[in-house]
């Protein structure tokens, strides 16, 4: 990709503002408020009475390639509150943005044409640098994010150096649509969300169930190959755990309010660390205990507004496979590498082999003298590996500094999934200790882990890199007996039953359709493997093998077939 002077984002806000004057130039009754850009594109939010129409954005979109072609050059100016407000009297967005700009802070507005925006800048020179942009979608959205404040029309868009990269991007979004796992879902029966039971919570269907238990089955065995002791928390507990840990003061907006029971306050437990740390405080540890790691499949809740919820990927309850490690200081950075060692199992087991690694510090304000400690256990993890990594300052837990591994799936996109944290901070807001060889108390310190994440996410994430295509080792159903005719549907049930019991997932499908339909429903099914069976198959034993994604069509002896199947799902594919 050649150099451009204008970075994409800039690019990008420039689109915004001509989004904004296209708008003021067909409906001027429309409020513009805000702007930005986005990653692979820009919105903006308007008041207007009438909801904007596909026929609308189509008489933007030409408008918007108007002004471009104008070339209009982006001009800026500082000017004093008062006159910001002057400015913008009939706007009340923009008065409250400019009333709320700090003192000292500049206060600038940019013109293109005949508009005029409140704006802290960030733009491409003029608007001709816009090389190609498209206007995509309009929805909700309350003023700045809060549901008691007025709800807003957020018109979405993108832009772009030059028209191939659009029609790049708008192919990967219509890819996109395809793999949506919330369609996926549905069409393969995975799961749902069901409203009557309300919105965020999660039904997994037997299939997606089936894949679940493959997911955890695969991470516990990481966990006992590395000496992880499984436990059991409740699902909910006494606030006062949260008073103690901190969450009440840091997190109290992602928590359910309280329950009251006896006259004693209850939270749904928002993580699942209190529990663990309660667990190791249950009994005197020593030195000789240490490293002790504990985990669980722990399903936690935590408050998301309904606006923001999406599929399995933003939900309000959730499991993750969760670890808890507390060890001795000198054992932190041994811990920690191996921590960084199975989550790199566990990425590529699911074919993911792009990655991005983010060392998060806490906030200047919340840093203490153990900070560059467990900064630079992380540090030395990751160079041990050759990881190259970035440093995102003050994206810490409020407990410590950690570090996010960030994936991309099939189609580019990026997705932030396992997480590991060092904490010496609730050791000590627990007291915990434990007796070291010379006789003393001393604090252990935490290792925070969580792999995969949530396992709703992490599947929303890999029916996606998929496409909903699994590879053998993790389909719900890894092959399908279809007989030809009724005459054979008898066989057809004993090369399943023969299959099963070498422990393969197998489906008969003894319907009264022609074959060719059943092949294709099948195929919509993705399932790895059609096993069609005939007269000839049954009376020579054999299946003919439809591989999905292999055109060529084989016929073999049932126990090659299970050779061949279970060599693919050894090699997780």
């Known amino acids: 990709m050649p150099d451009h002077a204008t970075p994409l984002p800039e690019l990008r806000h420039t689109a915004a503002h001509v989004l904004a004057y296209a708008v003021q130039d067909l409906f001027p009754d429309a409020k513009p408020t805000i702007g930005p850009a986005i990653e692979n594109g820009f919105y903006y939010d308007f008041e207007r009475?009438?909801?904007?129409?596909?026929?609308?954005?189509?008489?933007?979109?030409?408008?918007?390639?108007?002004?471009?072609?104008?070339?209009?050059?982006?001009?800026?100016?500082?000017?004093?509150?008062?006159?910001?407000?002057?400015?913008?009297?009939?706007?009340?967005?923009?008065?409250?943005?400019?009333?709320?700009?700090?003192?000292?802070?500049?206060?600038?507005?940019?013109?293109?044409?005949?508009?005029?925006?409140?704006?802290?800048?960030?733009?491409?020179?003029?608007t001709g640098e816009i090389g190609a942009l498209k206007l995509t979608s309009v929805a909700g959205a309350y003023w700045r994010g809060d549901e008691h404040k007025p709800m807003l029309q957020r018109i979405y868009g993108t832009a772009w150096y030059d028209q191939s990269e659009l029609d790049a991007h708008l192919h990967q979004v219509e890819e996109a649509q395809k793999r949506d796992h919330r369609k996926l879902g549905v069409e393969l029966d995975l799961f749902s969300v069901q409203e009557d039971a309300g919105g965020g919570l999660i039904f997994w269907h037997p299939k997606g169930a089936v894949v679940r238990g493959i997911i955890e089955d695969f991470i516990r065995q990481g966990l006992r190959e590395?000496?992880?002791?499984?436990?059991?928390?409740?699902?909910?507990?006494?606030?006062?755990?949260?008073?103690?840990s901190g969450h009440l003061e840091n997190y109290a907006h992602n928590m359910f309010g309280p329950l009251e029971v006896e006259e004693q306050r209850f939270r749904l437990k928002p993580m699942n660390c209190p529990g663990h740390i309660l667990i190791y405080k249950s009994r005197l540890r020593s030195y000789r205990d240490l490293p002790l790691r504990f985990s669980e499949f722990g399903t936690v809740y935590r408050f998301e507004r309904s606006g923001v919820l999406h599929g399995l990927t933003r939900v309000r309850g959730f499991t993750q496979d969760d670890a808890h490690l507390f060890c001795a200081p000198d054992q932190l950075q041994a811990e920690f590498e191996q921590t960084l060692d199975e989550a790199l199992r566990l990425m590529k087991a699911f074919n993911f082999t792009d990655f991005e690694y983010f060392l998060s510090t806490r906030e200047e304000a919340s840093r203490s003298q153990t900070?560059?400690?467990?900064?630079?256990?992380?540090?030395?993890?990751?160079?041990?590996?050759?990881?190259?990594?970035?440093?995102?300052?003050?994206?810490?837990?409020?407990?410590?500094?950690?570090?996010?591994i960030n994936v991309r799936d099939a189609l580019g996109r990026k997705w932030q999934l396992g997480t590991v944290q060092v904490d010496f901070v609730l050791p000590e807001r627990f007291d915990l200790k434990y007796r070291s060889s010379d006789g003393s108390d001393r604090t252990p310190v935490m290792i925070h882990r969580a792999l995969a994440g949530?396992?709703?996410?992490?599947?929303?994430?890999?029916?996606?890199?998929?496409?909903?295509?699994?590879?053998?080792?993790?389909?719900?159903?890894?092959?399908?007996?279809?007989?030809?005719?009724?005459?054979?549907?008898?066989?057809?049930?004993?090369?399943?039953?023969?299959?099963?019991?070498?422990?393969?997932?197998?489906?008969?499908?003894?319907?009264?359709?022609?074959?060719?339909?059943k092949i294709r429903h099948w195929k919509t099914q993705k399932v790895p493997y059609i096993l069609v069976v005939g007269k000839q198959e049954a009376a020579d034993g054999t299946v003919n093998v439809n591989e999905r994604g292999i055109d060529e069509k084989r016929t073999l002896s049932v126990g090659s077939f299970a050779e061949q199947l279970q060599a693919a799902i050894e090699a997780k594919k």
């Open 49 to 126: 009475a009438e909801p904007f129409t596909p026929d609308d954005l189509v008489r933007l979109e030409a408008r918007m390639r108007e002004i471009v072609a104008s070339d209009y050059v982006m001009t800026g100016r500082e000017v004093t509150r008062e006159e910001a407000l002057a400015a913008f009297g009939r706007n009340p967005y923009k008065t409250e943005i400019a009333r709320e700009i700090p003192a000292g802070e500049p206060i600038t507005l940019y013109t293109i044409g005949e508009f005029t925006d409140l704006c802290r800048g960030g733009h491409a020179q003029s």
């Open 454 to 517: 949530s396992l709703e996410r992490f599947f929303g994430i890999v029916i996606e890199h998929f496409g909903g295509a699994f590879p053998a080792w993790l389909a719900p159903v890894q092959a399908v007996v279809a007989p030809i005719s009724e005459h054979q549907v008898d066989y057809a049930r004993e090369v399943a039953a023969r299959l099963s019991g070498m422990g393969f997932r197998v489906d008969v499908d003894g319907s009264n359709e022609k074959l060719g339909y």
């Open 226 to 244: 590395r000496g992880y002791q499984p436990v059991v928390t409740p699902h909910v507990v006494s606030e006062k755990l949260y008073d103690v």
């Open 371 to 404: 900070d560059p400690i467990a900064e630079d256990a992380i540090v030395r993890a990751l160079q041990r590996f050759d990881l190259p990594y970035t440093v995102d300052a003050g994206g810490g837990a409020f407990y410590g500094p950690k570090l996010d």
